[in-house]
Each structure stands twice: as structure tokens, then as C-alpha cells.
């Protein structure tokens, strides 16, 4: 039923589903009228669209998934293609490595034997270098003893040159020079019998040598020659031979045997063995003490007798560097034997250019003096 509009008194507004509004066109086609049947379908068409809404956004999401799923499908085959690149450079740095690893362990194999051979050379030149000085050492030694062999060696021959000089003429060389009483016999005077029969040659039986007497009356000893001939044909120093052996025991050991005993076997074997030194002293140096006071190796004491004398003179045995202080009459003896060693090493290496009975003369005035000088007698130049 329909109702009238309000009365204004009542201030309130109808509804709209009870204004009459009349029906117009709101599309394009303006002026015409729609039919419930329209209005029917575009409802429909509109629950229709409602009911294609979820059905596209499935399909929209579908989407979403399938192109998410390609694109990590593509991440995946992009990150494995940089996995084996990856790969393929570690590889290639691994066997760099391994190479750098070979050369290094090469480089470090050759220092070692490089360091081995450097050491083994620098000990094979300190060696020969220790070797080539022990040697220099060695030879400047036995230059030096060969040195002090030869100016003794000098020295003794000053004393058995038989050579004839304007300054000191030898007067067995020269007979026009010896007195008359001395000369003999010239040609053209007349001898009597007895004299010429005993300057005659004698025989000597052992060796069938001629033996001729001296001037002066001297008469060879046959034993003593006989001996001396044999150690002439082989020299030697060993002192086990008759003539050496005759020499030590009657000459040598006497003229070397002094008071200090212990002292005098040292000397003796360095006179043996060509290793004893006399040197002379400075006057100077020689200290004034009184003969209480007086040692041994004082220069007022005599080493090898014991005696308060001036020792001008002082020995050294071989390389030591000690010294021994001796008198004029030790000096003499210990020249004496050193001057007999010397002659007998002359002859030994073939120095001596002379006869037989020339060289036992000489042997036999060495001996001589040893004799002299054991008993006391000395020049008073010593």
C-alpha cells in the first residue's frame, strides 16, 4: 500500500524504495528504456565475472611459479657452469702449485749440495793450506840447520885447508921454506945409510899400503891404519865399528866426560847428532857475583864441571832454548870432539878429495887435541 509522502512536520526523509523514480537510460543510449530482462542478464554477467576472479588469479599464480621455476632453473645451470669454471681454475692452480712445490724442493736440493760442496772445498784448502804450511815450516827448519851445518861446516874447514897462501904458506908444501935442520936432505948432498934406511917406505902388512915415516919422526901405527882403512872404504857413524869404536872409548868418552854427569850425556849426544850450539858472550853481560852466591847456569860457573870460572862461552842443545854457561877448558874439549865429527862426516860424504895416509894424519892430530884438551890444555884464545 503507498503510502504518501511525509508531512514536512515530521522532518524525516522517505525511502528511497518508496520515491518514485522513473526509469532512464544511464548507458550511452540515452532516451531508452531498459527492460528488467537487461538489468536480469547484466546482473548475471557481473555474478559471472565474480566467479572468473579466483580462477585467473590461480592462473596468475600458476604463472608466478612456472617463471620462478624457470628462472631457478636458469640460477642453477648459471651457478653450476660458474661452480666448474671454478673447479677448472683450481685445478689449473693445484698443478702450479705442484710445479712452484718441484722447483722449489729442486732449488732447495741443489743449495744443500751447492752448501755440502762449498763446505768440503773450504775444508779441502784449510787442509792443504794447514799442510802446505806445515811443510814450509818444516823445510824453513831444515834450511835452518842445514844454515848453521854449513858455516860450522865452514868454520872447521878454515882449519884443514892444506892449500898453500901468500898469507899463510903451508910449509909441508913448500920444503924451500922449512929450516935446514927441518929441509932433509937436497938433491946433490950425501946421505948416510942409516938415515935413508929409516926414511924408507914401510909396508904396512894388513892392508899392503906404503907407509911413509914423517919428518918430524911421526911412525904410522899399522893397527890404527888398518883399521881406519877399513872404516874409509864403507864410512859410517855407527860407533860399533872398530876404528869409531877405538875413537869413543879412548878419545871422545874421556874428552866428554865432565863433572855433571846428567849434563854430559846431553852434550854428548848432541854433539853425535850435530844439534849443539856455542855461542859466545858478551863481556858486557857477565854479572859480578861472588862464588857463594853462583849457580849453575851462572856465567861465573861452568855448567859441565861445577868450578867458579868467567864463562865467556854458552851451549844450547838442539831447538831448546835453554842455555848452559861453560869455561874455556870445557869449550876446548866439547871443539875438540866437534871438530873430530866434523872431519869424519867430510869423509863420510865425500868432501875429503885425498889419500889414505894424509886423512889418518889428520884423523890422528884430532885426536890429538882431544887428548890435549882432556888433560887440561887449551889455547888461551878459547
Known amino acids: 500500500m503507498w503510502r504518501g509522502p511525509p508531512q514536512p512536520d515530521q522532518g524525516l526523509l522517505p525511502p528511497l524504495s518508496a520515491v518514485p523514480v522513473p526509469w532512464k537510460s544511464v ?10 530482462g537487461a538489468l536480469v542478464g547484466t546482473s548475471a554477467g557481473e ?6 576472479g579466483p580462477a585467473a588469479a590461480q592462473l596468475h599464480v600458476s604463472r608466478l611459479r612456472s617463471s620462478s621455476t624457470e628462472m631457478r632453473e636458469k640460477g642453477s645451470e648459471f651457478l653450476k657452469e660458474e661452480l666448474h669454471k671454478a673447479q677448472e681454475e683450481l685445478k689449473l692452480k693445484d698443478k702450479e702449485c705442484e710445479r712452484l712445490s718441484r722447483v722449489r724442493e ?6 744443500e749440495e751447492l752448501t755440502a760442496s762449498l763446505f768440503e772445498e773450504a775444508h779441502k784448502m784449510v787442509r792443504e793450506a794447514n799442510m802446505k804450511q806445515a811443510a814450509s815450516e818444516k823445510q824453513l827448519k831444515e ?5 848453521d851445518m854449513l858455516q860450522a861446516e865452514v868454520t872447521a ?18 920444503p924451500q921454506l922449512l929450516s935446514p935442520t927441518k929441509a932433509g936432505p937436497r938433491k946433490g948432498h950425501s946421505r948416510h945409510k942409516s938415515t935413508s934406511s929409516t926414511l924408507c917406505p914401510a909396508l904396512c902388512p894388513a892392508t899392503g899400503h906404503t907407509l911413509t915415516p914423517d919428518r918430524e919422526g911421526k911412525e904410522v901405527d899399522t893397527t890404527l891404519f888398518a883399521e881406519f882403512q877399513a872404516w874409509r872404504e864403507s864410512p859410517t857413524l855407527d860407533k860399533t865399528c872398530p876404528f869409531l869404536e877405538r875413537v869413543y872409548r879412548e878419545d871422545v868418552g874421556p874428552c866428554l866426560d865432565f863433572t855433571m854427569q846428567e849434563l854430559s850425556v846431553l852434550v854428548r849426544a848432541a854433539v853425535e847428532d850435530n844439534t849443539l850450539t856455542i855461542e859466545p858472550v858478551a ?11 853462583v849457580e849453575c847456569r851462572s856465567a861465573n860457573t861452568c855448567a859441565l864441571s861445577g868450578l867458579a870460572r868467567v864463562c865467556r ?8 832454548e835453554s842455555h848452559y854457561y861453560i869455561s874455556p877448558s870445557s869449550r876446548a874439549r866439547i871443539t875438540a870432539v866437534c871438530n873430530f865429527f866434523t872431519y869424519i862426516r867430510y869423509i863420510q860424504q865425500g868432501l875429503v878429495r885425498q889419500d889414505a895416509e894424509p886423512m889418518f894424519w889428520e884423523v890422528t892430530r884430532l885426536r890429538k887435541e882431544m887428548s890435549l884438551a882432556k888433560l887440561g890444555f887449551f889455547p888461551q884464545e878459547a
Open 47 to 52: 555474478e559471472a565475472q565474480g566467479e572468473e
Open 313 to 320: 862461552h854458552r851451549i844450547r842443545l838442539g831447538d831448546s
Open 27 to 36: 548507458g550511452p543510449c540515452k532516451g531508452r528504456r531498459e527492460s528488467p
Open 157 to 174: 874447514l878454515k882449519t884443514l885447508v892444506i892449500t898453500s897462501t901468500p898469507a899463510s904458506p903451508n910449509r909441508e908444501l913448500h
Open 143 to 147: 834450511a835452518r840447520g842445514k844454515i
Open 283 to 293: 863481556s858486557q853481560t857477565l854479572p859480578i857475583v861472588k862464588v857463594a852466591e
Open 106 to 111: 729442486q732449488l732447495e736440493q741443489e743449495l
